[in-house]
């Protein structure tokens, strides 16, 4: 059954922004949570990224906001920058109806300076994570006084990531007559008894919160403890994907098979903690716009990612908790696309594998070696390059400025052009492989918006 948005309460201009970006249907999240979220009532949503859940609050927090107040009205919290940033994205164009309406994203890896600066000229909504959000409050450079609506966005993983105690202060730093709401992948007990003393008489809320099993593929495959870099390897050469995720479960395993795979030829990165915020902001970039086959990464650092088009996920350990399990390899088969989830598996993963048996309800498939063709020669390279800009938003560069550069001097069609990222003093261009030194030569010497900037590949 089919809900229009045009079936809320919900003024002209706001459903008209909706239709401009294509939103005339709501997911069932959407209208299972809208009315209850319209109506201020507290609530708890089980669903799954990539089901509009951002849209759901993002419309709710919109709806009672007063712009004429220039007071932070709306938090949203979230476990990583990367998903702060994608969230505030968002909220920025359902919100384009709305004048003057400021959003500010408060994450840690970068300078307080700048954002002590944002707040003192006030915003309505801010995005961020529980510890970057603390260290404003505990410098009372946030006011949360005039707060209507609180999310967390992602509960369950702020609490696996330690941010229990975050979370409990900047709440208790909330108004005590506010809406609450809550999205989470999952509810367990533990997280239902944490986030209780948040709420008031909440509506619940469980829409997919499990992933289309018809929509992805999962294979079995049987290895030695030793040979699970060189079977992961193999696996790639077959199915030749053009993006592919490979999780292990500690970040030594992430780095020993990141230089495993890059030794065999594959253009593959690690992604796990205790990485610098740019060298991460760097990795997720090059992956996310197809200059980089593979992104190995632990569970810790995958989350909040949101790769909207996957080829496949590897398992190259299996995980020993099921909720993960569903987790990981439901970051592919996004939407309507069709999704492969592969998974190595040692005799001493026998349990683990029996616990996803009893969680699906079903025996898994094993598929033999034997099937794996290995011959191709064709190196597999990503369809993509990655340039690198000396120059961002404070040097009032704009993505529409890169790819006007791009397709005058550069020579290029819009076409060969693909993600554009810019960030405060970088900015990163995807260019499609076979052109891309030739570009780069086309551009050399040449301006900017009436300035040169140094630009490199990132290898």
């Not at 939103?23 to 509009?52: C, E, F, N, V, W």
């Not at 920025?92 to 600066?117: F, S």
């Not at 450079?141 to 369950?156: H, I, N, P, Y």
Request: overall charge neutral; aromatic content about 6%; some cysteine.
């Amino acid at each position: 059954m089919q809900h229009a948005f045009s079936s809320l309460a919900l003024p002209a201009p706001m459903l008209a922004n909706l239709a401009s970006l294509g939103y005339q249907q709501m997911t069932p999240i959407q209208a299972a949570s809208l009315p209850g979220l319209l109506s201020g009532r507290d609530l708890i949503a089980q669903a799954k990224t990539g089901s509009g859940k951002t849209a759901a609050f993002g419309i709710g927090l919109l709806h009672r906001l007063n712009p004429s107040l220039f007071n932070v009205q709306g938090l949203v919290l979230c476990p990583t920058r990367e998903l702060a940033d994608q969230v505030a994205g968002e909220l920025r164009r359902l919100a384009r109806h709305l004048d003057n309406i400021k959003i500010l994203t408060l994450c840690g890896g970068v300078p307080m300076g700048p954002q002590i600066g944002s707040l003192a000229h006030g915003a309505h909504l801010v995005v961020g994570t529980p510890g970057r959000i603390q260290d404003h409050l505990y410098r009372a450079t946030l006011d949360l006084a005039r707060l209507r609506t609180l999310v967390l966005d992602e509960a369950d993983r702020m609490v696996d990531m330690g941010f229990v105690d975050d979370l409990a202060r900047i709440v208790a730093a909330c108004p005590q007559h506010r809406q609450t709401v809550l999205f989470s992948a999952t509810y367990p007990a533990h997280i239902e008894a944490i986030a209780a003393p948040f709420l008031r008489d909440p509506l619940r809320v469980e829409v997919e919160s499990r992933h289309a099993s018809h929509r992805i593929e999962q294979r079995f495959y049987p290895v030695s403890n030793e040979n699970r870099n060189d079977q992961a390897a193999a696996l790639l050469r077959h199915y030749r994907p053009t993006s592919a995720l490979a999780f292990c479960n500690t970040k030594i395993h992430c780095r020993e098979l990141a230089a495993a795979l890059q030794a065999a030829g594959f253009h593959a990165l690690a992604l796990y903690g205790e990485l610098e915020q740019r060298d991460r902001d760097e990795i997720l970039v090059r992956f996310a716009n197809q200059s980089v086959t593979v992104l190995v990464a632990t569970d810790v650092a995958a989350r909040g990612l949101d790769i909207q088009t996957l080829d496949c996920v590897i398992n190259v350990d299996v995980s020993r908790d099921t909720e993960v399990h569903v987790h990981r390899i439901g970051r592919t088969g996004r939407g309507t696309q069709k999704g492969l989830a592969l998974t190595l598996a040692s005799p001493s993963d026998k349990k683990w594998v029996k616990l996803i048996e009893d969680d699906q309800g079903g025996p898994v498939r094993w598929f033999d070696w034997d099937e794996v063709d290995e011959t191709e020669t064709v190196p597999l390279l990503p369809p993509m390059r990655t340039l690198a800009i000396a120059g961002g938003k404070k040097d009032k560069l704009r993505p529409g400025d890169l790819l006007g550069a791009l397709t005058g001097d550069g020579g290029l069609d819009a076409a060969q052009v693909g993600k554009i990222n810019v960030f405060d003093f970088q900015s990163y261009v995807a260019i499609d492989r076979h052109v891309a030194e030739t570009a780069l030569t086309r551009l050399a010497g040449k301006t900017i918006k009436g300035r040169q900037f140094k630009m490199r590949w990132v290898e």
